[in-house]
């Protein structure tokens, strides 16, 4: 079974589809327009929450981050003058820079994703919806916001004027997803919000 997957709600609906359904036999393909920097490193939100909810750190009282993380860091960085756009927990954090340390090192998404995976133990397949840069981006009264400011810094207060997919006009289905797609019947587009 493949589950498209974007935000906290489908998270939530793999959760009880694994009553039903092995790990094994679940491959989510995940929302990347929402990915940003933080500090030198991507941050991909939504591949997190699901590779955190296979692997049992989620977070479910709020459903992203990791469970009885710690902000040690984060703290330290505002007590410098460092705001971050995410408040991202250590243990959070630490998957962040392995993703990027694999990317600097020339490892694609969908690779550095792979191997989070493995290295988490996770037996469902978790692939990034695509390789390339594509942001959500929202003209507000207050001006364009990637999505993560719209949302985390500004909390969706400012009225929206326009939305637009930067990048979207790039990005192509990688290997590993179009054999995703061409062995499995049975696709779940699931919700983003609950």
């Given at each position: 079974?493949i589950?498209?997957?974007g935000?906290?709600?489908?998270?939530?609906?793999?959760q009880?589809?694994?009553?039903?359904?092995?790990?094994?036999?679940?491959?989510?393909?995940?929302?990347?327009?929402?990915d940003i920097?933080?500090?030198?490193?991507?941050?991909t939100?939504?591949?997190?929450?699901?590779?955190?909810?296979?692997?049992?750190?989620?977070?479910?009282?709020k459903?992203?981050?990791?469970?009885?993380?710690?902000?040690?860091t984060?703290?330290a960085?505002?007590?410098l003058g460092?705001?971050?756009?995410?408040?991202?927990?250590?243990a959070?954090?630490?998957?962040?820079?392995?993703r990027?340390?694999?990317?600097?090192?020339g490892?694609?998404?969908?690779?550095?994703?792979?191997?989070?995976?493995?290295a988490?133990?996770?037996?469902?397949?978790?692939?990034?919806?695509?390789?390339?840069?594509?942001?959500?981006?929202i003209?507000?009264?207050?001006?364009?916001?990637?999505?993560?400011?719209?949302w985390?810094?500004?909390?969706?207060e400012?009225d929206?004027?326009?939305?637009?997919?930067?990048?979207?006009?790039?990005?192509?289905?990688?290997?590993?997803l179009k054999?995703?797609?061409?062995?499995?019947?049975?696709?779940i587009?699931?919700?983003?919000?609950?």
């Amino acid at each position: 079974m493949i589950v498209l997957s974007g935000g906290t709600g489908t998270p939530k609906l793999l959760q009880g589809l694994r009553r039903i359904i092995p790990d094994e036999e679940i491959t989510v393909i995940v929302n990347t327009a929402e990915d940003i920097m933080v500090s030198g490193n991507l941050v991909t939100p939504d591949v997190d929450t699901v590779l955190y909810l296979f692997s049992g750190y989620l977070d479910v009282r709020k459903w992203w981050g990791i469970q009885s993380d710690t902000f040690h860091t984060n703290n330290a960085l505002k007590r410098l003058g460092v705001n971050e756009k995410l408040m991202l927990g250590d243990a959070d954090r630490a998957t962040c820079i392995f993703r990027s340390e694999l990317m600097r090192k020339g490892a694609s998404l969908t690779d550095a994703t792979l191997q989070l995976s493995s290295a988490l133990g996770i037996k469902s397949r978790v692939l990034p919806m695509c390789d390339e840069k594509v942001d959500t981006m929202i003209n507000t009264s207050q001006g364009l916001m990637h999505f993560q400011e719209f949302w985390v810094g500004a909390r969706g207060e400012p009225d929206v004027i326009d939305l637009k997919i930067e990048g979207i006009e790039k990005a192509k289905p990688t290997t590993e997803l179009k054999e995703a797609l061409d062995s499995e019947d049975n696709v779940i587009i699931g919700p983003s919000n609950p």
